[in-house]
């Protein structure tokens, strides 16, 4: 393999090793958790700034109605007095007040249902956020799972049955060779061994006789 393609390889298997982390599922998870839980602090942050201004105009109101009730009886007070024209100054205040109260009390309502909806979004978040963390507990083992039998596999990947095959016949090929070497060693060592002891010596007339007799016997 070339050196520039080996740099390749390598430069290919780095950035597919940094893709690989960025997707890591539990890492994925744990962002999302991230993000819910800013968007859940952003709603609570709303429906508290809500809340506010809900209690700030009720507030208001029942100022509104305390000051109407002050000049009723600055009113009653005056007529009682005889002085018409504090009385006159005091009913026109209520009924000022009177109208500002309506408003109030309208723009109240209004208030209420901007509460009650923000109350609704945030506990709809609220509620995916909880599923969100049991699902993301039953995805964290499932990938830990996965995970774990995927190391498995590819610890087992690198086995080839194949190879081992091939160099267990290798070697058992290698061993027969050399006991055939032994083997043929037996019947090749020193192969004039068997000529060794009929080396032709002297044989007498004697000897030559006696044979004779006895082949004619």
């Given at each position: 393999m070339g050196i520039f393609k080996r740099i390749k390889t390598i430069a290919s298997a780095d950035i597919n090793g940094l893709l690989d982390n960025m997707e890591d599922p539990i890492a994925m998870l744990n962002e999302y958790t991230r993000e819910m839980e800013h968007e859940l602090g952003k709603a609570q942050s709303a429906l508290s700034r809500q809340i506010f201004v809900e209690n700030k105009q009720a507030a208001l109101i029942g100022q509104t109605k305390e000051l109407m009730e002050r000049r009723t009886r600055q009113a009653k007070l005056a007529i009682e007095k005889g002085e018409d024209g504090i009385a006159r100054?005091?009913?026109?205040?209520?009924?000022?007040?009177?109208?500002?109260?309506?408003?109030?009390?309208?723009?109240?309502?209004?208030i209420k249902e901007q509460t009650n909806i923000l109350k609704e979004k945030y506990n709809e978040l609220l509620v995916t956020y909880n599923?969100?963390?049991?699902?993301?507990?039953?995805?964290?083992?499932?990938?830990n799972v996965a995970?774990?039998?995927?190391?498995?596999?590819?610890?087992?990947?690198?086995?080839?049955?194949?190879?081992?095959?091939?160099?267990?016949t290798k070697a058992e090929e290698k061993i027969l060779f050399m006991e055939a070497e032994v083997q043929a060693g037996g019947y090749t060592k020193n192969p004039l061994n068997s000529y060794a002891g009929t080396g032709f010596s002297y044989v007498s007339d004697d000897e030559v006789s006696k044979e004779l007799e006895k082949l004619k016997g």
């Amino acid at each position: 393999m070339g050196i520039f393609k080996r740099i390749k390889t390598i430069a290919s298997a780095d950035i597919n090793g940094l893709l690989d982390n960025m997707e890591d599922p539990i890492a994925m998870l744990n962002e999302y958790t991230r993000e819910m839980e800013h968007e859940l602090g952003k709603a609570q942050s709303a429906l508290s700034r809500q809340i506010f201004v809900e209690n700030k105009q009720a507030a208001l109101i029942g100022q509104t109605k305390e000051l109407m009730e002050r000049r009723t009886r600055q009113a009653k007070l005056a007529i009682e007095k005889g002085e018409d024209g504090i009385a006159r100054l005091a009913v026109q205040e209520k009924i000022n007040h009177e109208q500002q109260l309506s408003i109030y009390e309208q723009q109240l309502e209004a208030i209420k249902e901007q509460t009650n909806i923000l109350k609704e979004k945030y506990n709809e978040l609220l509620v995916t956020y909880n599923e969100l963390q049991h699902k993301k507990i039953l995805l964290a083992s499932r990938a830990n799972v996965a995970n774990s039998i995927k190391q498995i596999q590819k610890v087992s990947s690198t086995f080839s049955a194949d190879n081992i095959v091939r160099g267990v016949t290798k070697a058992e090929e290698k061993i027969l060779f050399m006991e055939a070497e032994v083997q043929a060693g037996g019947y090749t060592k020193n192969p004039l061994n068997s000529y060794a002891g009929t080396g032709f010596s002297y044989v007498s007339d004697d000897e030559v006789s006696k044979e004779l007799e006895k082949l004619k016997g």
